[in-house]
Nanobody
């Protein structure tokens, strides 16, 4: 099983930026598709962004398009989520996830491995 560890969360003000990182224990991240999900209090975990194994394809939920950027450094076995223009509604625990053979990046069931999550809080 692949271990995923998120970092980079914190408390920021509306309009600020944060960069989340997700370090994977596998050496073959190049063959491993990944994604970010988030869960706000009292809500279901929702898809935020996904990236193909080779990094050539990215996918975003509508609410973050133009503000968030997902990327992947296969040499460092790490995925990132650059979050700009943060809003209070972005407040949630952010989870990274990964798997192989993913076809629907927004579907939680497609991912085999999950991190423990990192808290992002955006104050107004």
């Amino acid at each position: 099983q692949v271990q995923l560890v998120e970092s980079g969360g914190g408390l920021v003000q509306a309009g600020d930026s944060l960069r989340l990182s997700c370090a994977a224990s596998v050496r073959t991240v190049g063959s491993y598709a990944m994604g970010w999900f988030r869960q706000a209090p009292g809500k279901e975990r929702e898809f935020v962004a996904g990236i193909t194994s080779n990094g050539s394809g990215t996918y975003y939920t509508d609410s973050v398009k133009g503000r968030f950027t997902i990327s992947k450094d296969n040499a460092k076995n790490t995925m990132y989520l650059q979050m700009n223009g943060l809003k209070p509604e972005d407040t949630a625990v952010y989870y990274c996830a990964g798997g192989r053979g993913i076809s629907t990046y927004s579907a939680r069931s497609e991912y085999n491995d999950w991190g423990q999550g990192t808290q992002v809080t955006v104050s107004s």
